[in-house]
């Protein structure tokens, strides 16, 4: 009998706040449009300071809607 090959467990490195600002800095910066980091993070930090001011289940439903729609443009 062959034995099967036990399949590996790949661990993913937990993505932190900082990760994800690098990762909306990299697809906003176009030829087009020149955006940093630091801006970056500043205008995310404005979003969360908005959001911050409703209740959870409004903001919750304000990224919902902004990730489908965000769904719809998707390549």
Excluded: H
């Excluded at 932190?16 to 205008?43: C, F, H, M, P």
């Excluded at 979003?47 to 990224?63: R, S």
């Amino acid at each position: 009998m062959a034995k099967k090959k036990a399949k590996k467990a790949t661990k993913k490195k937990a993505l932190t706040l900082n990760d994800i600002y690098d990762q909306v800095s990299r697809k906003a910066d176009t030829q087009g449009v020149k955006i940093n980091v630091a801006e970056t993070k500043r205008v995310l930090a404005c979003f969360f300071d908005v959001l911050e001011d409703y209740k959870a289940a409004d903001a919750f439903d304000f990224v919902a809607k902004g990730l489908k729609r965000a769904g719809g443009r998707r390549r």
